[in-house]
């Protein structure tokens, strides 16, 4: 079997090779959206990740839509972890703190 090193440099190859050709034509991103949703993570910082690890995990359906959302709590030392749903009226909250939050590349450098 090949070195999952290799593999992994394969597929990112392929799948940027299907996001170029989605970004030059447009029904061709519509079709590749169908299939997939967005999940993201966002951690807190704390002043001892080693001791606290703490945020909230997103998953949407392929139109932005949030399906699921939860808050996690990470004990890291003791392997201990544990989940709470977020209420709607949570989530709120959160999405409209992140309302204006844009991914972009950073080109300071």
Same mark, same amino acid.
């Given at each position: 079997?090949?070195?999952?090193?290799?593999?992994?440099?394969?597929?990112? /190859?392929?799948?940027?090779? /299907?996001?170029?050709?989605?970004?030059?034509?447009?029904?061709?991103?519509?079709?590749? *959206?169908?299939k997939?949703?967005?999940?993201?993570?966002?951690?807190?910082?704390?002043?001892?990740?080693?001791?606290? *690890?703490?945020?909230?995990?997103?998953?949407?359906d392929?139109?932005? /839509?949030?399906?699921?959302?939860?808050?996690?709590?990470?004990?890291?030392?003791?392997?201990?972890?544990?989940?709470?749903?977020?209420?709607?009226?949570?989530?709120?909250?959160?999405?409209?703190?992140?309302?204006?939050?844009?991914?972009?590349l950073?080109?300071?450098?």
């Open positions: 079997m090949a070195d999952i090193n290799e593999l992994a440099e394969k597929k990112l /190859k392929s799948r940027m090779t /299907k996001i170029r050709k989605c970004n030059r034509e447009p029904e061709e991103k519509e079709k590749f *959206s169908e997939f949703g967005t999940s993201f993570e966002i951690e807190f910082h704390n002043k001892n990740p080693d001791k606290l *690890s703490d945020g909230i995990t997103i998953i949407t392929p139109k932005g /839509k949030v399906l699921f959302a939860d808050y996690f709590y990470q004990v890291p030392e003791e392997e201990e972890y544990t989940s709470i749903p977020i209420a709607d009226k949570q989530l709120k909250a959160i999405l409209e703190f992140f309302s204006d939050y844009k991914l972009e950073d080109e300071s450098d």
